[in-house]
């Protein structure tokens, strides 16, 4: 289930953007991708209903036309198939007009998809099924995945599917392959894997035609494995190389001379991974190894086929080999670690946000570390991902780290992951941190005045070296990661009380951003009122936005706003709720704590804003009754700030 959680938050995020498209026509670029969006304005251009049921016909005449086609491809099938046999996937032919031919399938995953139409003579086009890997393989005539929410048909949202369309030697389109299960088993190599069986089909084809020599079908399958994304190497039983692509020589820095003939266990020793595989006879998969490439460890992610003959003799081994951090790029968008807003996101036109906004622009065109100052609520996070989405980073990861909410015995595995049985619970197969996960993008910590003391040598450590290395393990890695990080809290202060290490300050501190707080922009709180207003209206399906009656926005004005922009959109939240639907939002209409400000807040002394704060913060506890949830949420701010104000107030709950 932890695997698959990753996928569900990337599903529903797809999912957020597809129904903002069903309602409002608008398409997140950043969200989804460029095929996809073209499909779903096609599909609301036709009238596409995407809540009705999948309307379909079955044409008969289509399967018996197309006997020569699934005879020619039926060995890349069958072998496509049985490398995903027993793993919930179907694979399925279609010809050139999206017309299904033939299904292979499991007898569990074909009861588990009986709903879904995949049968022989159904035609998936778009005009009956909406976004679909069949129909957009054949209009881009170029490898597709369709991912769960991707599909424009809510029947379909169960689903991820890959598809590559093949052709004749001639260049004519003659079909489509695809691989289809649930988006819970999404894989980012299973795309690999059809365009693999696809290559082999053209090549057959081609055989078929041209009727060359052996020497020929060799050379023609030598450019498919040059053709590969990953690095290939082939073995006999003994172990000795005897085919190396191209990719494989640039990942280890060789040439083929250099190891065709040598023993993999002269290369790297007797007992390493591959060697012990072909001892044993067992295959394996997507396993990380570490191998010594020119005097230094290199982590590649790799699988190991056993080749057998008829007899089930061993006749040598295929190793493929990935480059770890290409994994790790999969993995931070398979897991959605994305940002979200941008400069377009934040409003104010009073001078101080003004002066952050371009001291904020100008350091996304860096690649030095940012030190966002703040109070809680005034949008650190905002502003980091801004900052991100401003950057030649942008197709990069974005990964959070709040220092607040990592339990202490837990912050070095999650900064820097952790190798199989470096500690007992760990998995079994080990875990990536979040540098690994971040790497060619940026990595935001919140509230990094609470990180545990002894964790900053060692992250001060890192971002001097640019390695990490995993809980456990032996080998460093390299990480290209840019840091921007967030307070509320005086470092310096915590640097003269020896709670934050001085070195660590002057490495984060590069760029220095102040985000103003809200009373100190008093021109830009009636706007960010009625911004919010709107947004509420939206998001409760209100038709009419009510307005703001002149005691209410004298009223807004005078409270010192101490959860900032957070607290006045949780405001105009609680009002437009409370005013159920009314046309004007009256004063009384406001939550209690904003009616008992008796007096203007304005620029007065450091301690009367503190005796607001802790007055607004007491009268919260009492009328949330002492629970910290409730309170926290009617200030608009987060629990551990409630903690750390209670005790800097000495206030009882």
């Known amino acids: 289930m932890q695997e698959s959680l990753p996928l569900e938050k990337r599903a529903q995020r797809i999912g957020e953007s597809w129904k903002r498209f069903i309602v409002l026509g608008s398409i997140e670029s950043y969200v989804v991708q460029d095929c996809i969006a073209a499909s779903w304005k096609r599909c609301l251009s036709r009238g596409l209903n995407p809540f009705t049921p999948l309307q379909y016909s079955v044409r008969a005449d289509k399967y018996a036309g197309y006997r020569e086609l699934i005879k020619k491809s039926r060995p890349f099938i069958d072998n496509l198939y049985n490398l995903v046999k027993g793993s919930d996937f179907m694979v399925v032919l279609a010809d050139r007009e999206g017309t299904i031919v033939q299904v292979l399938g499991d007898p569990v995953i074909k009861q588990k998809m009986?709903?879904?139409?995949?049968?022989?003579?159904?035609?998936?086009?778009?005009?009956?099924?909406?976004?679909?890997?069949?129909?957009?393989?054949?209009?881009?005539?170029?490898?597709?995945?369709?991912?769960?929410?991707?599909?424009?048909?809510?029947?379909?949202?169960?689903?991820s599917c890959s598809a590559a369309p093949f052709f004749s030697p001639q260049g004519d389109l003659l079909g489509v392959l695809t691989m289809i299960g649930a988006f819970c088993d999404f894989h980012p190599h299973t795309l690999g894997m059809v365009v693999a069986s696809v290559k082999a089909i053209?090549?057959?084809?081609?055989?078929?035609?041209?009727?060359?020599?052996?020497?020929?079908?060799?050379?023609?399958?030598?450019?498919?494995?040059?053709?590969?994304?990953?690095?290939?190497i082939s073995a006999d039983a003994s172990g000795k190389v005897t085919i190396l692509n191209s990719v494989a020589c640039k990942m280890l820095g060789i040439t083929p001379e250099d190891w065709v003939g040598k023993s993999i266990g002269a290369l790297w020793g007797d007992d390493c991974v591959f060697m012990q595989a072909l001892k044993e006879a067992k295959d394996f998969s997507n396993r990380e190894v570490n191998l010594m490439v020119n005097g230094k460890a290199h982590r590649f992610s790799s699988t190991l086929r056993i080749i057998k003959d008829k007899k089930g003799k061993i006749m040598g081994i295929i190793i493929s080999l990935w480059e770890y951090k290409a994994i790790r790029r999969l993995a931070s968008k398979a897991f959605g670690a994305h940002a979200c807003f941008s400069f377009n996101d934040i409003y104010g036109t009073h001078p101080s946000i003004q002066k952050t906004l371009t001291i904020a622009q100008r350091a996304a065109d860096s690649q030095n570390t940012v030190l966002i100052l703040g109070e809680s609520g005034t949008g650190k996070e905002l502003f980091a991902q801004a900052i991100h989405n401003a950057s030649s980073r942008v197709r990069g990861p974005f990964i959070v780290i709040n220092c607040a909410g990592i339990p202490r015995e837990l912050v070095e595995s999650e900064l820097f992951g952790y190798e199989a049985g470096a500690f007992t619970g760990a998995r079994k197969e080990g875990r990536p941190g979040k540098f690994e996960l971040a790497h060619g993008g940026t990595i935001f910590f919140d509230e990094i005045g609470d990180m545990p003391l002894e964790m900053q040598a060692k992250l001060l450590r890192v971002l001097q070296d640019k390695n990490v290395t995993r809980l456990g393990g032996q080998y460093s890695m390299s990480v290209d990661v840019r840091v921007i990080a967030a307070t509320n809290r005086n470092l310096l202060s915590m640097v003269e009380k020896g709670t934050f290490r001085l070195d660590l300050f002057y490495r984060i501190n590069v760029i220095n951003l102040q985000i103003p707080p809200l009373r100190h922009r008093q021109t830009d709180i009636l706007p960010l009122a009625l911004i919010f207003l709107r947004n509420t209206c939206s998001r409760m399906g209100l038709t009419t936005v009510p307005s703001l009656s002149k005691e209410t926005e004298k009223r807004l004005l005078e409270y010192s706003w101490p959860g900032n922009v957070?607290?006045?959109?949780?405001?105009?939240?609680?009002?437009?709720?409370?005013?159920?639907?009314?046309?004007?939002?009256?004063?009384?209409?406001?939550?209690?704590?904003?009616?008992?400000?008796?007096?203007?807040?304005?620029?007065?002394?450091?301690?009367?804003l503190e005796l607001q704060e802790s007055k607004h913060i007491l009268g919260a506890l009492q009328m949330s009754q002492g629970n910290i949830s409730r309170c926290a949420r009617m200030l608009g701010i987060g629990r551990n700030t409630l903690y750390r104000k209670i005790r800097k107030y000495n206030l009882s709950n």
Not at 202 to 227: D, P, V
Not at 569 to 595: D, M, T, W, Y
């Open 114 to 159: 009986k709903n879904i139409p995949l049968q022989e003579g159904v035609t998936w086009n778009e005009e009956n099924f909406g976004t679909n890997c069949i129909d957009l393989a054949i209009r881009e005539r170029r490898p597709v995945q369709v991912f769960a929410t991707e599909h424009f048909m809510q029947g379909l949202h169960s689903l």
């Open 202 to 232: 053209e090549n057959q084809l081609l055989f078929i035609e041209a009727a060359r020599s052996l020497e020929r079908s060799y050379k023609e399958a030598t450019m498919i494995i040059e053709e590969m994304s990953s690095g290939l």
């Open 566 to 608: 957070r607290e006045l959109q949780n405001v105009i939240e609680q009002a437009v709720f409370n005013s159920n639907g009314a046309n004007v939002i009256e004063e009384r209409r406001l939550p209690e704590k904003i009616l008992n400000i008796s007096s203007p807040a304005g620029d007065g002394e450091e301690m009367t």
